[in-house]
């Protein structure tokens, strides 16, 4: 029998409702949800700055059926590292969100909650099957949002548990950085091309220099639940260099498809390439400061300008 207070206001059970649901909103991590918007965003306005059409609606549906799923996603990531979560000294952008530690809620709560944001993601695919406007989301966009629910669960949990193994950070960079702009394109254009792929490259450079910055706060975390992250495998030094190397590649692959017009257009390239000068100082920053800032910050702007420069494409503003 529930109880009440003298006025007959709240439960006793609301507070508990109220602490779970905000635990659930912060593991879902808004802040990750709007990015991986944007990228979506970057993907579409790469098919619409090649001349593809689509209805809006079905744009709409697109992004309705990829963010449940990101957040399977990440529900799935904070109930495999709820462990590693509550020995890393926590950051803005490392470190998991800290609901579970900090709430108190059973481990479990997440996996409940990923089954179930899984759940609705695929439902609204299946429904974006029906024809919105006379169009329909593809069987290729279908395929590329199964496999970033799929091998998203596999970065954390059983059987691969790809981020335990080293494989997470190449993971990561290929699911956020080239599946998920590609997974845009393809609600769009209803398939993928080798143009396609090609343009999405730089960022998952990017993205990948990202991770690296990232993880380094919880290196110490992760080697001791036995994460085998490349922060707790390999040196300072070689860290740098591969922190290095992944900016030069990712800048220097952005330069040469700007000679290939139809892949990157000339206001692609310079949306891609100007905000890389953020990962200069982040070099050498890196492993000298816990906080990740340099990479997280040029990571955002490179998505937010290469989108801005296939928006511009579209348009016939620009020209290759």
Do not use: C
């Not at 080697?223 to 922190?243: E, I, Q």
């Amino acid at each position: 029998m529930s109880e009440t207070g003298p006025r007959g206001g709240r439960t006793a059970g609301e507070p508990e409702r109220r602490v779970a649901l905000v635990a659930l909103w912060r593991m879902s991590r808004p802040a990750q949800l709007a990015l991986i918007t944007l990228v979506y965003a970057l993907g579409v306005a790469m098919a619409f700055g090649r001349g593809a059409e689509a209805e809006v609606g079905v744009v709409a549906v697109g992004l309705a059926a990829l963010l449940p799923t990101a957040a399977s996603v990440h529900y799935a990531n904070e109930y495999a590292d709820a462990e590693t979560d509550a020995l890393t000294d926590r950051t803005p952008f490392s470190g998991g969100s800290g609901a579970l530690v900090e709430s108190g809620l059973p481990r479990p709560l997440a996996l409940r909650a990923a089954v179930a944001s899984g759940a609705v993601g695929v439902a609204l695919l299946v429904a974006g099957a029906a024809p919105v406007g006379g169009q329909m989301l593809g069987t290729v966009p279908a395929a590329l949002l199964v496999a970033i629910l799929l091998v998203g669960w596999q970065y954390s949990v059983r059987p691969l548990r790809l981020a335990w193994t080293g494989l997470g950070e190449v993971t990561n960079a290929v699911l956020g950085g080239i599946a998920l702009p590609l997974y845009g394109f393809a609600v769009v254009t209803g398939g993928v091309t080798v143009a396609a792929v090609l343009a999405t490259v730089p960022f998952a450079l990017v993205v990948f220099v990202n991770l690296l910055e990232t993880q380094w706060p919880d290196r110490r975390a992760d080697a001791a639940v036995g994460k085998r992250t490349l922060a707790t495998r390999w040196s300072a030094g070689r860290l740098r260099l591969a922190y290095g190397l992944g900016t030069i590649a990712a800048a220097g692959f952005a330069v040469a498809l700007a000679f290939l017009g139809a892949v990157f257009p000339r206001a692609v390239t310079l949306g891609t390439v100007l905000p890389m000068v953020g990962l200069i100082p982040g070099y050498y920053r890196f492993t000298q400061h816990e906080g990740p800032l340099p990479a997280v910050v040029t990571m955002v702007l490179v998505a937010a300008g290469s989108t801005i420069g296939w928006g511009l494409a579209a348009t016939g503003a620009v020209t290759g």
